[in-house]
């Protein structure tokens, strides 16, 4: 059984769709085989707000959605994935005017429940500017823990998670200057961007700031010898 889309790659499978992968565990991801080479396994999606991310903790561990449009592949997995292969993150990110950006990470794994889910994440590159890996470490994800509204693992005083968003993410000291699993919000970016209320939506602050929720998010893993 392929453990991921590069080996889905390999055998020859190049068209973007839904693939069973995985041994002993077989689960179900969309495997992008058009971005930059193809072999991504996508982890996330957000296109069009019908999938709630305002989940607790155990949904974010083992996933929810539908991996032909919204989902989250779930932190155990991605725990496996990143941590078999050395592996690289590439985030896809479209605003409302159908502008888009990329970051590209050359590092990235997640480590596993003991650790709550610790990131590790280094190498920035792309046009997006890096709103994960900051020079300004208490905006960075690295060496975060995973955090939800019912499981307060982050370093602020506040729970980040019920404070911006409700969404699970590796929240910082200032909660951070990304969310890609907050509220999908339309009403404030269209037509008049730039008003929602502060990083409740789908936010990458370096690009369109805390008021701009986002219209698509893709977060894809490959691993890094591709």
């Known amino acids: 059984m392929p453990q991921d889309c590069a080996d889905i790659f390999a055998l020859g499978l190049q068209t973007s769709q839904v693939y069973t992968l995985g041994h002993p565990q077989p689960f179900q991801a969309y495997c992008d085989m058009d971005t930059d080479g193809g072999g991504w396994t996508v982890i996330q999606r957000r296109q069009d707000g019908s999938v709630p991310f305002d989940r607790q903790w155990a949904e974010y561990e083992q996933g929810f959605g539908n991996p032909s449009g919204e989902y989250w592949l779930g932190l155990e997995t991605i725990h496996s994935l990143t941590t078999k292969n050395q592996s690289e993150l590439y985030v896809y990110l479209e605003d409302w005017e159908m502008n888009s950006r990329f970051a590209r990470y050359s590092t990235f794994s997640v480590e596993d429940a003991g650790s709550k889910y610790t990131a590790t994440i280094d190498g920035y590159s792309g046009d997006a500017t890096d709103s994960l890996d900051p020079s300004t470490s208490r905006h960075s994800i690295n060496n ?83």
Not at 172 to 179: F, I, R
Not at 189 to 207: F, R
């Open 144 to 226: 975060r823990q995973f955090s939800t509204t019912d499981q307060d693992n982050d370093p602020s005083r506040n729970n980040c998670a019920s404070l911006f968003g409700q969404g699970g993410w590796w929240y910082t000291a200032s909660c951070g200057w990304a969310l890609l699993n907050g509220q999908y919000l339309t009403g404030c970016s269209v037509p008049t961007p730039g008003t929602c209320s502060s990083a409740d939506g789908i936010v990458w602050n370096s690009w369109r700031g805390y008021r701009y929720s986002l219209k698509t998010t893709v977060m894809m893993i490959r691993p890094a010898d591709f």
